[in-house]
């Protein structure tokens, strides 16, 4: 069975002289690996994103950090290759492949011309079944980790991000703290690496898009080829449930810039949560464009920032609302004695039926702008097999988001916008904030 994409919605990328329909096909290969598929012949281009279950979060105490440089030494030779020999393998098959570590998942992409399609499967298949992780290379990469973690330290939105993680997951693994990370990263060694890979890279957490130029039997073919060899292990457990902080806090760290960076973390909403398109209307209307209230006061009125935003982020366990803005030093606490009453007028004044008509209208609209590439298209495409959406989602999404009622968004910011469980993290040399434990 195929579920029907409205062509408009993809035809940005997927042919825009092809009238009609696009399918999402569901393909079942003989090893039993299940993948989403839109076929698209209008160009000679493929798009692969795929992912394992089981992430940075997931990394064990001793080990933190393992599973991001496990990620990047996949391509970093494999098979009889080393890396600079992979690297020209793919550069002369005109294959580009990648990998990466997030919270919940291990990740990757490929791009490939489809003429080429054995020799970038065949490349992917060296990767995830036979990575060499010689010893210069895992060295090159951890000095590399480390390094980064360090310069992370000089910028204050990095810094205001990570402090934010650490301090609304405290004592979950979706906080991971930075300098922890960086003294076991000292501690690795190419057998943790090897050891990890072993855990994380089985069919049984594997999740696959592919887009472009490939029929369904020829794609079955070669994912089976890719991943076969890797056995059929259940998927990891997942991080462990999340306890939200029950008071308010303020963090504020000291660096000598003349523009502090300003984070505010509510706890949110899971993907699956039924409020889910409210908030995303709710948040919108808070602070997702020029219109928004936050834009409006923060910005137009006061001039206190140059931009501020707020949206929703997901991850498995957890979800949280975002407040993100930066302001002059001097300026911080006004911006701050501004953002916050806001949030209570959202929530106890209710939306306006024309600030919930434009919200519903840009966010209607906005996903498929965003659809660019075939590449882009996969990657939507997996994100929705990975939060377990259905694959009628994309048909459906503008009916839920048009369902939305203003009541629906007073509900939801009653249930979201609790000053009592909101973290501040504000890094810079800000006047006027007081830290609160």
Request: hydrophobic content about 45%.
């Amino acid at each position: 069975m195929t579920v029907r994409i409205l062509g408009l919605l993809l035809g940005l990328v997927l042919a825009a002289s092809r009238a009609g329909a696009v399918e999402v096909k569901e393909v079942t290969t003989p090893l039993g690996i299940k993948a989403w598929l839109v076929e698209d012949r209008s160009t000679p281009v493929l798009a692969l994103s795929f992912s394992f279950a089981g992430g940075s979060a997931r990394d064990s105490e001793a080990e933190k950090g393992v599973s991001s440089l496990t990620a990047g030494l996949l391509t970093d030779g494999a098979g009889p290759y080393d890396a600079q020999a992979f690297r020209l393998r793919q550069e002369e098959a005109s294959v580009s492949l990648g990998f990466g570590a997030a919270l919940d998942t291990v990740a990757g992409s490929m791009r490939l011309l489809s003429a080429n399609r054995d020799q970038a499967f065949e490349l992917l298949r060296l990767a995830v079944s036979e990575p060499r992780f010689d010893q210069n290379r895992f060295e090159q990469r951890r000095a590399q980790a480390i390094a980064a973690l360090n310069q992370a330290d000089q910028r204050p939105g990095t810094v205001a991000q990570r402090t934010m993680m650490a301090t609304v997951f405290a004592g979950h693994p979706y906080g991971n703290n930075a300098s922890g990370v960086r003294e076991t990263l000292r501690q690795l060694g190419v057998a943790d690496v090897r050891r990890r890979a072993q855990s994380l890279l089985s069919r049984g957490g594997l999740v696959v898009t592919a887009v472009g130029d490939i029929d369904a039997a020829e794609l079955s073919r070669q994912l089976d080829r890719a991943f076969g060899g890797l056995p059929d292990a259940p998927a990891p457990s997942s991080a462990p449930d999340w306890t939200p902080p029950a008071k308010p806090r303020t963090v504020s760290i000291e660096r000598p810039v003349p523009q502090s960076s300003v984070l505010i973390a509510l706890p949110g909403l899971v993907r699956q949560d039924p409020d889910w398109h409210a908030a995303l209307v709710m948040a919108h209307i808070l602070g997702g464009g020029q219109q928004s209230r936050l834009f409006s006061e923060v910005r137009e009125k006061r001039g206190l920032a140059y931009s501020i935003s707020a949206g929703l982020r997901a991850q498995d366990k957890a979800g949280l609302l975002v407040i993100s803005t930066a302001s002059a030093n001097e300026r911080v606490g006004e911006a701050l004695r501004v953002i916050k009453p806001e949030l209570a007028r959202l929530r106890d004044g209710g939306v306006s039926e024309q600030e919930l008509g434009d919200a519903k209208t840009y966010l209607s609209g906005s996903l498929a702008l965003s659809l660019d590439s075939s590449g882009a298209i996969a990657n939507v495409l997996h994100q929705l097999q990975v939060d377990r959406q259905p694959r009628d989602y994309l048909d459906r999404r503008a009916a839920l988001i048009g369902a939305v009622k203003a009541d629906d968004v007073s509900r939801v910011a009653r249930r979201l916008l609790r000053e009592h469980a909101m973290t501040t993290v504000v890094v810079g040399k800000p006047v006027g904030v007081t830290a609160e434990p």
